[in-house]
């Protein structure tokens, strides 16, 4: 079981990252996703989940309206889309699936 998180990095206050999550050694297809980041010295925070269809998500308050979560099965792979950057969004992004694993992260630093 692999998952590999990539698209993270240095932005400013207001701009855009789009998080690519790639899945392997499992049926990507069957299982739901989930987007978390953690700062140091903090618990790790849900930011956006999505159903094995695509067809549900859900949202931290603190992301909705900036962020979208979604996914393609044929590629194997999971998307977060990051607008409206703001500071506090500062963290590493990792992707996860329930009772399988996750990756080893991506770090998202917000600054001017």
């Known amino acids: 079981v692999q998952l590999v998180e990539s698209g993270g990095g240095l932005v400013q206050p207001g701009g855009s990252l789009n998080l690519s999550c790639v899945a392997s050694?499992?049926?990507?297809?069957?299982?739901?996703m989930n987007w978390y980041r953690q700062v140091p010295g903090k618990e790790r925070e849900l930011v956006a989940a999505?159903?094995?269809?695509?067809?549900?998500?859900i949202y931290a308050d603190s992301v909705k309206g900036r962020f979208t979560i979604s996914r393609d099965n044929a590629k194997s792979t999971a998307y977060l889309q990051m607008n409206s950057l703001m500071t506090e969004d500062k963290a590493v992004y990792y992707c996860?699936?329930?009772?399988?694993?996750r990756g080893q992260g991506t770090q998202v630093t917000v600054s001017s």
């Open positions: 996860d699936v329930e009772h399988i694993g």
């Open positions: 050694g499992f049926t990507f297809s069957s299982y739901a």
């Open positions: 999505i159903s094995s269809a695509g067809d549900n998500t």
